[in-house]
């Protein structure tokens, strides 16, 4: 099987963050426009206005779980509308782009280790597909149900896929420094750490530092771009910080 491109699109870039709900369908269109006719990458989005509304609601987090099925429900069924709107977007594009519900798929145990089989998206890898997975709620063992970012799948992924890149295309052009630039090549967390904060900073954002120690910790090469490079990201990789 060819290598594969593991591409998140963050949850602000693709839905006004501030409007419940609401996707930025002029970007999402450009970005499935940019995406059109490439082969061999899954896609992640993040959940922005979808989502993180109906976690905070039922006091689900990555730590916090429930037993609630209807809140369970709820925080997934956010996450599907939003999931159909980045289908709908890819298929006008004729991106053969697919469903991959990471609830119905992935699991933690106990001590909260992802458990993610990966069969069925090689095998839609294989068959020409696009999956198109999605930051979620998922089942742990004694906790009930926890949230799992795209973050997570995106390691997950590129790890289990042996991807070739991973790309996260964010709402700004790249990891900045104290000046706003974007610094171009990172190859070790203290070349950042003044600019994102030190080892022990808890990042409970899960902001730029936990990605960016995240990406570090990769076999594959990954850059953190805004949405007007994707198309350089995919022409060679060369867009925003580099993370290797
Ligand atoms: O936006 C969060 O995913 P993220 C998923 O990638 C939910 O952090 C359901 C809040």
């Known amino acids: ?5 593991v591409l998140k699109l963050g949850g ?21 426009e940019t995406l059109a006719g490439h082969e061999d990458f899954v896609v992640v989005h993040g959940a922005g206005s979808f989502g993180h509304r109906y976690a905070a609601k039922h006091g689900v987090s990555r730590t916090e779980g429930t037993h609630d099925a209807a809140a369970v429900r709820e925080i997934h069924a956010s996450m ?23 609830f119905s798929l992935a699991y933690r145990s106990r001590d909260g280790t992802l458990g993610l089989p990966l069969d069925g998206i090689e095998t839609t890898l294989a068959e020409g597909f696009v999956p198109v997975t999605y930051g979620d709620v998922i089942t742990q063992r004694e906790k009930g149900a926890t949230i799992i970012s795209g973050d997570e799948l995106v390691v997950a992924l590129a790890e289990g896929l042996d991807a070739d890149g991973v790309g996260l295309c964010s709402t700004v052009p790249g990891v900045l420094d104290d000046t706003g630039a ?7 967390y203290d070349e950042v750490e003044a ?4 080892s022990e900073s808890t990042d409970v954002t899960g902001g730029m530092a936990a990605k960016v120690r995240a990406l570090l910790n990769l076999d ?20 925003g910080t580099r993370i290797d």
């Open 1 to 5: 099987m060819p290598r594969v491109i």
């Open 12 to 32: 602000s870039v693709i839905t006004e963050k501030d409007r419940e709900e609401t996707v930025d369908e002029e970007r999402l269109a450009s970005l499935a």
């Open 80 to 102: 599907e509308r939003l999931n159909g709107h980045v289908l709908g977007a890819l298929g006008a594009e004729d991106v053969p782009a697919v469903p991959v519900d990471p």
């Open 182 to 188: 974007v610094i171009p090549r990172i190859g070790s």
């Open 195 to 198: 600019y994102l904060g030190g």
């Open 220 to 239: 594959v090469p990954a850059s953190v771009f805004g949405p007007d490079a994707l198309e350089a990201f995919l022409a060679d990789g060369s867009a």
